[in-house]
Each structure stands twice: as structure tokens, then as C-alpha cells.
């Protein structure tokens, strides 16, 4: 058994590496060249990269394939790029776009590792010949007893990518290493300066890698021109308060830019897309307490059908820890209905909701889902 679990030799087992460009993917690919692995590294171009080339923070375009290119070379690996534009637009950004305008927020970087890096590219990889495709992320796997692997959260908790990867499903983790998860950040980088590589200091990548300047208003107004509309923005007690410009402009739980005067502070609790129309409210109208998700993926071991009143933790958002919830599986909608042990605020539809089998800083991921409608403590009271 290698270090990969993998019953072969290292020099008789071929790793693709996804090399994005960055520290991580470098040093990826640096040890398991040092461990003796047949590496090839490959590199996605995902988007218009004469937008990105010199931005600070960005990945997957411009000097980031430049970047990772120096790397292979350093290492002494092959290594490609694949022209995934087409892909990515229509799978990643044709899709944030259409969600922001049904009023959600969604996040780019699910349906990224989702539909491209964990679905298109482990196809490329097995038809180059690999054992295994690696990445960079912070999230580690594991061998369970009885075959197959299960996902956990990485040792380093600041670093922390599980939030991203809820979608892997249990083919994909089985072709599926993540070197990194048990290894903090800090000794990270100074592998990659051990190495040689010369992006050993580059800053990390911001999540939303196509947005320029973190702008994605202006990225969904020059995709979807005649399909934001301005409309009200409405008190919950029925109370007309001014007007926007376009829905995509707002999030649930937000208020800062309403740019509205009521007397007390204001927060977004909810979208209307339909009349175009921003609904705002005090910080308690907020609080969730159910989440109804859709299009679940399931990593537990017992059939998310079975599942009744299932003790969890979730996550609704990447930037918070799991909090205690209970899980329970509806087969009348075939839906997952998340119980929060305590109401969270800021909710919103389009997010994801990552279940956990604890809240435990090494917790399992069971899986998780894109949270679709939420229920708040106003309503249930009402």
C-alpha cells in the first residue's frame, strides 16, 4: 500500500495533478515527485484571461497558467492546458448569473469542483492513464474499513475547503486525493520554498476567481443586460421605503447600501424576483430556524432515505462552524428538512447547507445540499 492507498508502487502509479497556478497545487505536485509518483500536471483555463492577468488573487487564467507551467518545469513533471472556456461558461457562470437574478446567492465554486475539476477533468485524467486525480484543497480523505473513502474536515482549520467539496460524490472521492489536508498552510508555503518554486509568496486566490475586483453586479449585468429591472424596496410590515436599481444588487441578511431611511437599522430578509422587489426588516426577522434543501449528495454510510430526526451539524455559510441541527429525509418532496438547534440569521436561498456528522474540528462530511426556501422564526410564529 502506498502512501496514495493505492496497492502499487509509487513509480508504477500516475497522478494527474489540477495545477491552478497556485502554492498549494505546486507543492502538490512537488511531493508526489518527490515521493516517487508518474505526476503529470494539468491546468484548466477556465475564463477570459486577458481580464485576469495581472490581478492580484486570481486563478485558472493568465499569468496563473504561466505560473503553474514554471512550476511543471521546475519539478520536472509534464504538463497541459485544457481549454475548458466553453465548459466553465455554461456550467459556472451562465448559472451564477440565473441564480442571482431568481433572487439566491449562490457560490461559483461548488458547481466549479462540481461539474469541471471533479466530473470533466477526473475524466481527462483517467484517460491519460491515472490512478488518481490530486489537488490542492484543504480537506482531507480517508479509507473506510469496508472500501470506499469518506470526506473530513482538514487539520488546518483556517484553511478549511470541506464547505466546497460537499458534492463530491463517492465515485469521484474514490479517484480523489487531497495531499494537503493534513498539513497546515504555513508549512505549505515553506515546502514550496524548500522546492524552489517561485510561487512559494503568491497570494492565495479569492473565491469568485471570473469577478474582477470582487464586482459580480457588473458580471451579471453584462451577461443577463435586459434582465435587470429596478423595483421597491418594501418594510415586512408593508411600508413603501425607496426604490433600486436591480435585485442583483442584494443578499439576504445585508445592510449596508440600502440607502434607505426608517428609523432603525435594516437588514435584507428576503428576495422577490417576480415584482423585482427587496424586502427588508429589523436583525430578528432573520432568524432560520428550518432549511429545505435540494439536489442533496449523501456521503453518510446509511441511505440518506432512512434518514429520520438524524443528529448533525451543518454549515450555511463557509465563513461559520458547524452548528448542531437534526436532519430529517422527505419522501413526499424528496427533499432534505434541516432542524437548527438554534436559529442562525442571513439564510439564503442558493447557499449551501454542508451536514457534518459533528461539529468536531475533524468532523465528517456526510454531504449537503443548496438550500431552496428557509422558514424563519417570524413565520413559524405567525
Not at 495581472?54 to 513533471?77: F, K, N, P, W
Not at 485544457?82 to 451564477?96: G, H, N, P, S, T
Not at 484543497?137 to 480517508?142: E, K, Q
Request: aromatic share 6%; with cysteine.
Amino acid at each position: 500500500m502506498n502512501s496514495l492507498d493505492l496497492h502499487k508502487a509509487p513509480e508504477d502509479t500516475r497522478v494527474v495533478v489540477a495545477m491552478s497556478g497556485g502554492v498549494d497545487s505546486s507543492v502538490v505536485a512537488a511531493l508526489l515527485k518527490r515521493d516517487g509518483y508518474d505526476v503529470v500536471g494539468i491546468t484548466l483555463q477556465l475564463y477570459d484571461h486577458g481580464a485576469a492577468t495581472h490581478r492580484r488573487g486570481a486563478c485558472c487564467a493568465g499569468q496563473d497558467i504561466h505560473d503553474a507551467r514554471r512550476a511543471a518545469e521546475t519539478i520536472g513533471i509534464p504538463h497541459y492546458v485544457l481549454d475548458y472556456e466553453d465548459r466553465f461558461r455554461e456550467a459556472v457562470i451562465d448559472r451564477f448569473a440565473d441564480s442571482y437574478l431568481q433572487g439566491e446567492t449562490p457560490i461559483p465554486c461548488v458547481e466549479c469542483n462540481r461539474s469541471i475539476k471533479f466530473r470533466d477533468l477526473l475524466t481527462t485524467a483517467q484517460d491519460l492513464g491515472a490512478d488518481v486525480l490530486a489537488t490542492g484543497h484543504y480537506v482531507a480523505s480517508r479509507a473506510l474499513p469496508g472500501g470506499g473513502r469518506a470526506l473530513h474536515r482538514a487539520l488546518d482549520p483556517a484553511r478549511d475547503q470541506s464547505y466546497f467539496l460537499y458534492a463530491t460524490t463517492p465515485r469521484q472521492l474514490d479517484l480523489l486525493r487531497f495531499p494537503l489536508g493534513e498539513r497546515p498552510k504555513d508549512e505549505t508555503r515553506a515546502l514550496a520554498k524548500a522546492f524552489g518554486l517561485a510561487v512559494a509568496d503568491k497570494p492565495d486566490s479569492q473565491d469568485i476567481c471570473f469577478v474582477p475586483q470582487g464586482r459580480y453586479q457588473d458580471v451579471i449585468a453584462r451577461l443577463r443586460p435586459d434582465a435587470v429591472r429596478p423595483g421597491e424596496i418594501v418594510h415586512l410590515d408593508g411600508r413603501r421605503l425607496g426604490r433600486h436599481d436591480g435585485i442583483i444588487g442584494f443578499t439576504v441578511g445585508q445592510r449596508r447600501g440600502l440607502n434607505v431611511a426608517a428609523g432603525e437599522p435594516l437588514y435584507v430578509v428576503r428576495l422577490e424576483p417576480g415584482e423585482a422587489r427587496v424586502v427588508v426588516g429589523p436583525r430578528e426577522a432573520l432568524a432560520t430556524s428550518v432549511i429545505r434543501l435540494a439536489d442533496p449528495n449523501w456521503l453518510g454510510d446509511a441511505p440518506l432515505s432512512a434518514s429520520r430526526d438524524l443528529p448533525v451539524a451543518v454549515r450555511v455559510r463557509s465563513t461559520r462552524e458547524p452548528r448542531p441541527a437534526h436532519l430529517t429525509w422527505n419522501p413526499d418532496t424528496d427533499s432534505v428538512e434541516i432542524t437548527l438547534a438554534t436559529p442562525e440569521d442571513g439564510v439564503s436561498p442558493g447557499q449551501a447547507c454542508v451536514i457534518y456528522a459533528d461539529d468536531g474540528p475533524r468532523a465528517r462530511v456526510l454531504g449537503g445540499g443548496t438550500i431552496r426556501r428557509v422558514e424563519t422564526e417570524r413565520l413559524a410564529a405567525a
